[in-house]
């Protein structure tokens, strides 16, 4: 008999996806995978479905009556990606995707005990303004800058009042895993662009800009923080910051990162990824004997993402973007891991996999 159900929104994505593989090997619990196309190499019940079609949701809620646990990874980026993220379509469509869910579920499970809603660093201006550092919970967000983050939360802690189940609010960082097709996941990204470059050389300069130091977080690693925050009572409709404990900067961190992929560091060499080829990426595909699909499909809106995270274009250092993760360690989740060995872990999942090329 299992002792929780859990729903993963948004299963194919970098969180959900870690999320699901994660639950899927916790005993007696059972998982609902949640997303429009199936989830792949994870043996868990799925059920496909348009968060934006609010009928649709309704329809799937009587399938949903023994969920204990939301996870909501769902996310809708519009193209251009940074650019979307002030646009009122893209507030508008994330908040509606929630309420679509989570209206009928909570008529539909009267067991849910836990939501967890991811948010990020967007919470505190990142992407319009230097952060306070260190960005802390309750402290340092900006609200006055409209978020779709704020009005899901603010819904989210509306209708909980009153009733028998908590939320908590995860704000992780760069987040670093296993995923195909997303907006944010930089391993596709990064690994075709030296796929290409391969294929001239074995040296790999780095493309960005200017360095700002940062932080990031290993998918698996969140992925047991969401675990952990659903049952822990001190994560009961609270708020943390999620990293892996430690700070990098891309110049630093890049011959860790062309050693990964096979290529030896060279000297800086900007170069925009979102001109990457899809032809430069198909004689690539061909030669390694790849199984990855073609580069719109492998990357998603990913080049575009390692472009402003590596700061392209940039010349001058970049304010710092260092969040506090005290009150979690306090509150109970202590886990860390190295940002440089992270990076190793997913090129290597993804060469054993044959979607990039062996090192």
Not at 49 to 59: F, I, K, P
Request: charged fraction near 20%; include cysteine; hydrophobic fraction near 45%.
């Amino acid at each position: 008999m299992t002792s929780k159900t859990v729903l993963v929104a948004g299963a194919t994505g970098l969180v959900g996806y870690a999320a699901v593989k994660h639950f899927a090997a916790v005993p007696d619990t059972e998982v609902i995978a949640l997303s429009r196309r199936p989830v792949p190499d994870v043996d868990v019940r799925h059920i496909a479905l348009d968060l934006t079609d609010a009928a649709a949701c309704r329809g799937a809620a009587a399938a949903l009556r023994d969920v204990t646990h939301l996870v909501y990874a769902a996310l809708f980026e519009l193209p251009g990606l940074v650019e979307g993220w002030r646009d009122d379509r893209q507030i508008e469509t994330n908040d509606r995707m929630l309420r679509n869910l989570l209206d009928p579920l909570m008529a539909a499970a009267p067991g849910l005990r836990h939501v967890t809603l991811l948010q990020g660093t967007k919470a505190y201006g990142v992407h319009v303004r230097p952060l306070a550092v260190p960005a802390r919970e309750g402290r340092s967000e900006m609200r006055e800058q409209p978020n779709f983050y704020w009005a899901q939360e603010d819904y989210l802690r509306a209708i909980q009042m009153g009733r028998g189940w908590h939320f908590t609010v995860l704000r992780p960082v760069l987040v670093v895993g296993e995923a195909i097709g997303g907006a944010m996941n930089l391993i596709p990204a990064l690994g075709a662009h030296a796929a290409v470059m391969r294929e001239r050389g074995p040296i790999l300069p780095y493309p960005g800009g200017s360095e700002r130091v940062s932080q990031a977080v290993d998918a698996d690693l969140l992925a047991r923080a969401v675990a952990w925050a659903g049952e822990a009572p001190a994560a009961a409709n609270e708020t943390f910051n999620v990293t892996n404990g430690d700070v990098f900067t891309w110049p630093n961190i890049w011959p860790a990162i062309a050693e990964a992929v096979g290529m030896r560091p060279g000297s800086d060499e900007p170069f925009l990824l979102q001109s990457l080829g899809r032809g430069d990426w198909d004689r690539a595909r061909q030669r390694f004997g790849l199984e990855s699909p073609a580069l719109a499909e492998f990357v998603g809106l990913s080049l575009e993402y390692a472009d402003y995270q590596m700061r392209y274009g940039h010349t001058e250092p970049g304010p710092p973007s260092i969040v506090s993760t005290v009150k979690i360690v306090q509150a109970g989740f202590r886990e860390v891991m190295d940002t440089e060995l992270m990076f190793r872990k997913w090129f290597k999942v993804f060469q054993q996999k044959r979607l990039l090329p062996p090192p």
